[in-house]
């Protein structure tokens, strides 16, 4: 594992909800199963469209009283405003918080479901910016093939089953209904999961989002990368059938990609 480090995250914000009826408000609406979500612990959710797309994905805790909602800073209002759409008669508050965000790899903190190894986030005083540079914890998840926000999770394009959502709570196939659940479910029962999100390795620098193409056809989509030592890395959702071939040559822009699968997204849909 990477040494202890500690990431301010600026481009994350917090909605807070609470009330009598919160936890049935959301339980209803988002993927994962908030009514058996641990107490100090960040569970991944999402709210999809009816066609079972990402709207928006979130990180969900509970908090005193109520639930903390992690998103988009930048997708945070529109966001608050969807949710109010939705509350109609139900007893319960919605709005922002002013609160850092932080993710860290050694404690104190509540524990990210995401991860294999032990990941915390940290919400503290707005004042707190303190931490690493994010491009760093941006590389940190693409390693383990974690997406986060609104550049890797575009609205209403990736399905929840792609971005692996069900390795790590983010959805139940036991709860009742919720928006976009008839499709979540069927895209699952019967095998129609046709991309994975995948973390890609490149010997030179990429301009992302970018086309992935394998032999003139296209394969994929270069999400977002950032340099590194071995020339830049980044995170993808790529066809099936060419993640599984050994004989495809994938790029992007003309330039050579390596896709890599981390233990956590094996195997990979369909194996």
Known sequence: ????????LPERGLISIHG??????????????IRNLPEKVVRPSALLTPQGRILYD??????EDGFLLECDLAGRE???????????RRKLDLETVDLSVHACTSGPGLPDERFAETVYR?????EDK????NEDWKKFRWRRGVPEGGKELPSGQALPLEARFDLSHGISFEKGCYIGQEVTARTRYRGLVKRSYVPVRAGEMIAAPSDIEADGKQAGLLLDSAPDEK????LASIRLEYLKSDSATL??????????????????PGD
């Open 1 to 8: 594992m990477d040494e202890p480090s500690l990431f301010f």
């Open 20 to 33: 009598p009826e919160a936890e049935d408000f959301l339980h209803d609406l988002v993927t994962a199963d």
């Open 58 to 63: 979130m990180l969900i805790s509970r908090d």
């Open 78 to 88: 529109d966001l608050l405003r969807r949710l109010k759409l939705f509350r109609l």
């Open 122 to 126: 940290r919400y503290g005083e707005s």
């Open 130 to 133: 303190t931490g690493g540079d």
């Open 231 to 234: 020339g830049s890395i980044g």
């Open 251 to 268: 790029s992007a822009g003309g330039i050579p990609l390596l896709p890599f699968v981390p233990d956590r997204l094996s195997p990979l």
